[in-house]
T-cell receptor, first 113, second 114 residues
Framework: DSGVTQTPKHLITATGQRVTLRCSPR?????VYWYQQSLDQGLQFLIQ???????AKGNILERFSAQQFPDLHSELNLSSLELGDSALYFC????????????FGPGTRLTVT | AQSVAQPEDQVNVAEGNPLTVKCTYS??????LFWYVQYPNRGLQFLLK??????LVKGSYGFEAEFNKSQTSFHLKKPSALVSDSALYFC????????????FGTGTRLLVSP
């Protein structure tokens, strides 16, 4: 158990809908990362937050947004969902910026029908 | 831009034999290198990292990796494989200047047979 929690574990929704994925980092970790894992794209970095502020963006679609709250938990919002958004979404956390290793949560499996 | 190549989709090894999972990288400046393992329906677990110093890095579960700057490689090794090592292994790299995202390879499936 990495100490990173994600809810829900599974999510099934229809195209055009909006969902929110939630992540709680390990105790003491200030940095949160979101990744998307799919069969065709592999593991893709989406976005990073550090102590409530956005620090870096990766391959994140404009339909997707995220935030990190004062208690350091983070939410990833996915809207106008398409079939191609079906994937595993992972949250990871690290102590700080820099070279620190990231600890991954168990993921949320999103299925868009 | 940094990149990682894992040339083997799958590696098969018999239990008790040594294993190697290959990784080569491309990055500006000095690399920070990581290995992660993913078991079915689980998140990625950190195994080990190379930041600087000794080229041979020891990690969790008896795994180690050797950093080779001239060959831009960071192969994962274990002297004696276990059936329970069967999983998906990811190599990842980032550069050492400013913020650079962690770039993952496509993964190598390790299958250890009894």
């Amino acid at each position: 158990d990495s100490g990173v929690t994600q809810t829900p574990k599974h999510l099934i929704t229809a195209t055009g809908q909006r969902v929110t994925l939630r992540c709680s980092p390990r105790s003491g970790d200030l940095s949160v990362y979101w990744y998307q894992q799919s069969l065709d794209q592999g593991l893709q970095f989406l976005i990073q937050y550090y102590n409530g502020e956005e620090r870096a963006k990766g391959n994140i679609l404009e339909r997707f947004s995220a935030q990190q709250f004062p208690d350091l938990h983070s939410e990833l919002n996915l809207s106008s969902l398409e079939l191609g958004d079906s994937a595993l979404y992972f949250c990871a956390s690290s102590v700080a910026l820099g070279t620190y290793e990231q600890y991954f949560g168990p993921g949320t499996r999103l299925t868009v029908t | 831009a940094q990149s990682v190549a894992q040339p083997e989709d799958q590696v098969n090894v018999a239990e008790g034999n040594p294993l190697t999972v290959k990784c080569t990288y491309s990055v500006s400046g000095n690399p920070y290198l990581f290995w992660y393992v993913q078991y079915p329906n689980r998140g990625l677990q950190f195994l080990l990292k190379y930041i600087t110093g000794d080229n041979l890095v020891k990690g969790s579960y008896g795994f180690e990796a050797e950093f080779n700057k001239s060959q831009t490689s960071f192969h994962l090794k274990k002297p004696s494989a276990l059936v329970s090592d069967s999983a998906l292994y990811f190599c990842a790299v980032r550069g050492n200047t400013g913020f650079q995202k962690l770039v993952f390879g496509t993964g190598t499936r390790l299958l250890v047979s009894p």
